[in-house]
T-cell receptor, first 116, second 110 residues
Framework: GAGVSQSPSNKVTEKGKDVELRCDPI?????LYWYRQSLGQGLEFLIY????????KSGLPSDRFSAERTGGSVSTLTIQRTQQEDSAVYLC??????????????FGPGTRLTVT | DAKTTQPPSMDCAEGRAANLPCNHS???????VYWYRQIHSQGPQYIIH???NNETNEMASLIITEDRKSSTLILPHATLRDTAVYYC???????????FGQGTTLQVKP
């Protein structure tokens, strides 16, 4: 079946502009996550949505970053007034309804954001 | 979430078993050990996870010590396509988020 999809695959933007990154999770998956990966670095957790619960925003690096998940499905990560240090690959993942803690995350291909 | 320690890099000969160690000495009772890998330019891929018992699936085996302070991921017959960064992650059952460390870069050589 279809996996997690993200768009655009690449985005180049000028410093100070706003950007929106989209994630389409696997159908039926109730949890959705955003991570980012800077060049040569490991993955950094950003935000986590689980069903109708309040999202875990503990990983967002600043108030320029926000995310929404509409209708429990598609999610949009918005970065306002982009800075060069925001350049990274932004990865989205989803996971099926929880059964205890017994589930894995399925990752999309990522959006490569370059801020010039 | 407990911190994990992995060697930064390892080599393995093609066709041989790759044994990737992970230390998680501060793991608590409700924390699971997860392994993911990331092949160059792709998103991470789930491999296996466990709580106390050893686990095996079609990709790998996970051996967890009795005190749960360390574990080993075993790829029984490594191929060139197994070259990747392997991440060992300890995750609480109370949260879905994964805290990735630097991982181990496994290079499978012909």
């Amino acid at each position: 079946g279809a996996g997690v999809s993200q768009s655009p695959s690449n985005k180049v933007t000028e410093k100070g502009k706003d950007v929106e990154l989209r994630c389409d999770p696997i159908s039926g998956h109730t949890a959705l996550y955003w991570y980012r990966q800077s060049l040569g670095q490991g993955l950094e957790f950003l935000i986590y949505f689980q069903g109708n619960s309040a999202p875990d925003k503990s990983g967002l690096p600043s108030d320029r970053f926000s995310a929404e998940r509409t209708g429990g499905s598609v999610s949009t990560l918005t970065i306002q007034r982009t800075q060069q240090e925001d350049s990274a690959v932004y990865l989205c993942a989803s996971s099926p309804p929880r059964r205890d803690a017994d589930y894995e995350q399925y990752f999309g291909p990522g959006t490569r954001l370059t801020v010039t | 979430d407990a911190k994990t320690t992995q060697p930064p890099s390892m080599d393995c000969a093609e066709g041989r078993a790759a044994n990737l160690p992970c230390n998680h000495s501060t793991i608590s009772g409700n924390e699971y050990v997860y392994w993911y890998r990331q092949i160059h330019s792709q998103g991470p891929q789930y491999i296996i996870h466990g709580l106390k018992n050893n686990e095996t699936n079609e990709m790998a085996s996970l051996i967890i010590t009795e005190d749960r302070k360390s574990s080993t991921l075993i790829l029984p017959h490594a191929t060139l396509r197994d070259t990747a960064v392997y991440y060992c992650i300890v995750r609480s059952s109370n949260t879905g988020k994964l805290i990735f460390g630097q991982g181990t870069t496994l290079q499978v050589k012909p």
